[in-house]
């Protein structure tokens, strides 16, 4: 048996968390591989909206769930939003399972993140301020702390050294550190810490892998988007994971052969949050007219998101470094009233035109001007739709034109925030 991948394709916010909810009842299990609880999935069903941070999207449908070991955890959300999904009356307990290799956000990657930020100034990346960045550092530089550690002997020594080295760094940076505050979320943290341990704490590589021999069904949920992947992305305004593909080999302990087939999901134009190069946004009318139809506020942070038209470029770029094979456009509602539709083939940089994703998009003198070819809209309530036969004709050439873009089919459109409003086309 092979696992399925489901990922973002652009700058996040693409809509996975329904897709999966969707997904989920044709899997027996649904794993989270990297990201932390900067990524937020929305899922709205029965007149509902849940916001899911750590937890994967699979937890409404009696699936069993799985933090892998790509993931890093704060417990302190996890603990909340655990706690608020019990409250509705799930339980949680007896679905979700954590991995002992996912690494601890701990209180002091919070505080390192802000002083980073602060000491980048005008070159701020933008973070959510969640501490992913300095949690994915130490890993990297073998210092960080994974919940498996939590059951040893000497973890509060283990704790107390990684705490003295972060305020170390964040003097170093110029910031300072309030004793008692620190104290405060030191103790607040070990409350969360005792609630996680509450909850199945195992070597998630051996369950997915034995689950694979045994025939079950796999579906790898990916976080934030391809074009934040932290190899592959607009570097260095990404995230501090692999978001593509391949990190779900990695997050999840799956050898490459075990993969079968990769959903790329995207939204019928573009947004992104936070700073970095956008070479599709719009800062007129149609803009402020995406954002506004389409909710365009940042499920975790409420940040506004900056929104243009669809980049065919970067999203030929994600097909080819994810492998995709089923394509899923999100958001299609948003665009019914534009009486035209942009879509940016080519880019324009220097004198030359190219329809390859380049090594950067913010390189002085070098920055891309999108081309566009102009589609007709479709000028209707795409929300009443229940199957693709009652898609208007200009509706239907949109999606084939990305289709033949791209490459790949689309096999899915979503025409509203509610998983009913989610209609397959193969």
Known sequence: MKVDILLGLQWGDEGKGKVVDV??????????????????????????????????????????????????????LFAGEAKDLEATGLDLHRVLKVSRKAHLILPTHRLLDAANEAAKGKGKIGTTGKGIGPTYTDKISRNGLRVGDLEAADFDERLAAATARHIDTIKALGGSVDTDQLNSLIATWKDAVAYLLTYDIIDTEHYINHALVEGKKVLCEGAQGTMLDVDFGSYPFVTSSNTVAAGACTGLGIAPGRVGDVYGIFKAYCTRVGSGPFPTELFDEDGKRMRDI???????????????????????????????????????DVLDTFATIKACTAYRIGESVTRDFPFSLDTPGNEPTPIYEELPGWNCDLTQATSPEQFPEAFKKYIAFIEKELGVPVTIVSVGPDRTQTIELS
């Open 294 to 332: 389409g909710h365009e506020y940042g499920a975790v942070t409420g940040r506004e998101r900056r929104c243009g038209w669809i980049d065919l470029v970067a999203l030929r770029y994600a097909v080819m470094i994810n492998g995709v094979t089923r394509l899923i456009m999100m958001k299609s």
């Open 23 to 76: 997904l989920t009842p044709r899997y027996d299990i649904v794993a989270r591989f990297q990201g932390g609880p900067n990524a937020g999935h929305t899922l709205e069903f029965d007149g509902h909206k849940v916001v899911l941070r750590s937890i994967p999207s699979g937890v409404f449908q009696g699936n069993i769930n799985i933090i892998g070991n790509g993931v890093v955890l704060d417990p302190v």
